[in-house]
């Protein structure tokens, strides 16, 4: 079954910083990916999604990811942190062998930023 | 604008009540899903449908039940609420078709059973 990792429940940087979450995936085939964020009491939106075109997808807010397939990873960065993306970001993975459009979501990273 | 609309955020609720959560989507998607969020699990699929009056079991559908009787709008049903139900819901929608796109979310209801 498709499973994905963030690694790190809790990411702490200061403003300015460059920001990094990780994200591995288990998939025999190429897979749909995505990262959404979500601010506090809210529902997700999309940060960036690949698709199997440009190995390196940017999305809004700064945000970028890219995809390698060698270690099948898809991180997220943000050169430099602003106090206004502190929220918790989710990556997905699409389900291929399971419900139609569904995505697994991993269990999430919580982004802190210090002044 | 894409809108998922969720018709209650927060709701308190006694245990063995039967709770309705509603969805209601404005952009002609085909597939709708109910997901469950709680702290350190992520989003837990519940049940999601892909047409009218079509639903299937996601991860966790024990204890929920869904109803689609048009289009835009997917309901959540407790039949008898118990504390470990307490949680947020998420409703999302996509556009239909076996590649899968970008879900859009509305933004959640929390329920507490007491």
């Known amino acids: 079954a498709q499973s994905v990792t963030q690694l790190g429940s809790h990411v702490s940087v200061s403003e300015g910083a460059l920001v990094l979450l990780r994200c591995n995936y288990s998939s025999s085939v190429p897979p749909y990916l995505f990262w959404y964020v979500q601010y506090p009491n809210q529902g997700l939106q999309l940060l960036l999604k690949?698709?199997?075109?440009?190995?390196l997808v940017k999305g809004i807010n700064g945000f970028e990811a890219e995809f390698k397939k060698s270690e099948t990873s898809f991180h997220l960065t943000k050169p430099s942190a602003h106090m206004s993306d502190a929220a918790e970001y989710f990556c997905a993975v699409s389900d291929p062998g399971g419900s139609q459009g569904n995505l697994i979501f991993g269990k999430g990273t919580k982004l802190s930023v210090k002044p | 604008d894409v809108k998922v609309t969720q018709s209650s955020r927060y709701l308190v609720k006694r245990t063995g009540e039967k709770v309705f959560l509603e969805c209601v989507q404005d952009?002609?998607?085909?597939?709708m899903f109910w997901y469950r969020q709680d702290p350190g699990l992520g989003l837990r699929l519940i049940y999601f449908?892909?047409?009218?009056?079509?639903?299937e079991k996601g991860d966790i559908p024990e204890g929920y039940s869904v109803s689609r009787e048009k289009k835009e709008r997917f309901s959540l049903i407790l039949e008898s609420a118990s504390t470990n139900q307490t949680s947020m819901y998420l409703c999302?929608?996509?556009?239909?078709?076996?590649?899968?796109?970008?879900?859009?979310f509305g933004e959640g209801s929390r329920l507490t059973v007491l």
């Open positions: 690949y698709t199997s075109a440009a190995t």
């Open positions: 999302a929608s996509s556009f239909g078709g076996r590649a899968p796109g970008e879900l859009f």
């Open positions: 449908s892909y047409d009218v009056k079509m639903k």
């Open positions: 952009m002609d998607h085909e597939n």
